[in-house]
């Protein structure tokens, strides 16, 4: 019989941090695509709009003005998902297999800078490193608020990625209750670091010298090589053996366990900027555009509170880790859909996660539109 | 305190069939919309179409004609996601973390009629009971091969659902495996059925006087009313408690434990046609528009072999059912966009699944574009 041939023939990959397969159907990138275009981002931007409710001194939905700020500002979102704690007790439902739970907290807005038409591949180091701080300082100040049990920082990038406004920026939803995703993920690395089966390695081991399934996951990556698309002293970035998404990336440091961005050292953080601007960087020149996502920082579920010792630490097993999720397949305006067989079955791709990361590898550093100037 | 009102205060209600939660937001309907506007469906279609590879008589991508076939017809996807088994054995991967498996099986494309112009709420009953007696036959057929374990129908409608061609038509991935989503709703259907504490009620049982999940749960609803949209004497069609679309649909019988389509009566599929093209004409009737969606047939994984003394009834637990996951929210331009927040934390939705089901109530069964006439 023929030998398997993991760019040719169909399979599936385990992620073992959600505990879903993932369908790959590598010889099915070559079928013509008839469907949906999607429309160009929007070029040549004014580095202010009159219009845009993000920014500097423009008035919002609620008819407060931003400050003339400079480089980053957060706001309370307008539109808010959650509202503050305390709420009224949702009743008991009507039959035991309806359940509700009330869910508080607050929806912040994180803007990335002050001008209307950058994005994150397109502002400096320096100003990077404003926006890590940024989202270090919201995650502290909400994760310290009473009935605040989760803060996720996440990004919608481009229009076909739900994002309403260009202006670069992103989110923090706080929340009173460990969404379903992270609890998934936090559940699965318990259970890795309470199983005594597996097998030492060189790769950090987690709090109390736990084995850490990420530590571990990131060792073996920067080692195989196979799927990594960048990596630094501190940092790799690696399409993951289970991608769902054409080029997803998985984010991560590889040199020691970090449970949030709090741990952060000045180092870690110069090198964290750096990574970011690779691979966001790399994104765009992929198909030349700028490339949409969303992208989500999964980390210990609020910071420690001062003063704690530790007494959950059987539970504080989450290594720091960002997920970008892309859905452009083949071109600026060719988008990979999750729809029907993925929505009621399995996910499933359509290139091997070494195919991507070779064509991420690929491409160049220097962003492409100032390599045209 | 303010007592609680599920159409104003934020809360999140629990899946019992995926184990997720979904964030409801009912409060945040109201927010302005500035993104992106959904191209409209093609209206004024030919009945025929010569550039269509689905047309009667017309050339597919693997050279092959289309017979002049009358109402539906079936045949092999020619860019299949997974190909027919046995296929090589994938070797074992080169970490723990790291698993693959082979996955082979067979797609099918389904036309639903050979009109071009047409789509499901657009056909006569008649037509619609062609299209279930295909449904049934693929599923046989594909159920009966050597190493098919689970056959996943589903359709993608609509240009913004990843359909790349108009001409109405769904599919089937007949697969060597159970894939994530039905097994986990095995999973909880079988916890269930072992669970000796679910009070006894009038709803019907499963297999060896089991209780069943579904048969319960749609019971309950047809008591309730607050989330059905249409029922019959055999089926309902609700919006369901813990819904993630914005009118996301649940269709099964509610008068008897039905495992798949092939234990429907005449009768039972009588009233199925009926109950698709009540929900599917309301579903265009929404937005006046053909709403897209994606719809998938969750059954027992293949049909029993002949011959089958039931052997595996502990694991026999599928009660027929179909889901819609339509993405429109506003407006035949307005969807829900599922990014940042829902791929990294939890499905959140902005209308109360009690609000959509009115909402779909209020609607015509008179098809808008011939009602128009
Ligand atoms: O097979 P089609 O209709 O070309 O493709 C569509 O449905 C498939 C199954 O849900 C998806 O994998 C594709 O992304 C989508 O575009
Ligand atoms: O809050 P925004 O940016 O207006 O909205 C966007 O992100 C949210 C969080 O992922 C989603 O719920 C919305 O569907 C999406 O359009």
Chains 1, 2 share one sequence.
């Not at 070029?43 to 008035?59: I, S």
């Not at 700020?69 to 009507?94: C, E, K, M, R, W």
């Not at 990336?249 to 601007?277: C, G, N, Q, Y």
Request: charged share 20%; aromatic share 8%.
């Amino acid at each position: 019989a023929e030998p398997f041939d993991p760019t040719t023939h169909s399979h599936r990959r385990f992620n073992p941090l959600t505990n879903e397969h993932v369908l790959v159907s590598p010889h099915r990138s070559k079928r013509p695509w008839l469907g949906q275009i999607e429309a160009p981002q929007p070029v040549d931007l004014p580095a202010y709009d009159p219009k845009c409710y993000l920014c500097p001194g423009n008035a919002r939905a609620s008819g407060e003005k931003n400050g003339q700020y400079q480089n980053t500002s957060v706001f309370v979102n307008d539109y808010a998902a959650v509202l503050p704690p305390p709420g009224p007790i949702a009743p008991a439902a009507p039959h035991p297999l309806l359940t509700t739970q009330p869910m508080q907290g607050a929806c912040d807005v994180i803007i990335f800078h002050h001008r209307h038409d950058l994005t994150l591949p397109r502002l400096t180091l320096e100003e990077l490193g404003k926006v890590i701080e940024e989202w270090i300082r919201v995650y502290k100040m909400r994760g310290a608020q009473d009935g605040i049990k989760y803060v996720q920082i996440f990004e919608n990038k481009g229009s076909i990625m739900g994002c309403s406004n260009p202006h670069p920026h992103g989110q923090s939803w706080s929340l009173s209750e460990i969404p379903t995703i992270p609890a998934t993920e936090l559940q699965s690395l318990k259970r890795y670091a309470n199983n005594p089966d597996v097998a030492p390695s060189d790769a950090p081991r987690g709090l109390n010298g736990r084995p850490c399934m990420l530590c571990e996951y990131a060792n073996f990556e920067v080692q195989d090589q196979g799927r990594v698309v960048v990596q630094n002293e501190h940092w790799v970035a690696l399409v993951p053996w289970w991608a769902t998404w054409p080029f997803e990336i998985l984010l991560l440091p590889h040199h020691r366990h970090i449970p949030s961005l709090v741990e952060l050292t000045e180092d870690e953080k110069v090198s964290f900027a750096s990574i970011i601007s690779r691979i966001t960087i790399r994104y765009d020149n992929l198909f030349s555009c700028s490339f949409a996502y969303s992208m989500g920082i999964h980390q210990r579920p609020i910071p420690l509170k001062d003063g704690d010792s530790g007494a959950n630490a059987d539970d504080d097993v989450a290594h720091l880790h960002l997920h970008f999720f892309p859905p452009l397949l083949r071109s600026a305006s060719v988008r990979k859909f999750l729809v029907g067989f993925e929505l009621m079955a399995e996910a499933q791709r359509d290139i091997s996660p070494e195919q991507a990361a070779e064509r991420l590898r690929a491409c160049s550093e220097v962003h492409y539109m100032n390599s045209a100037a």
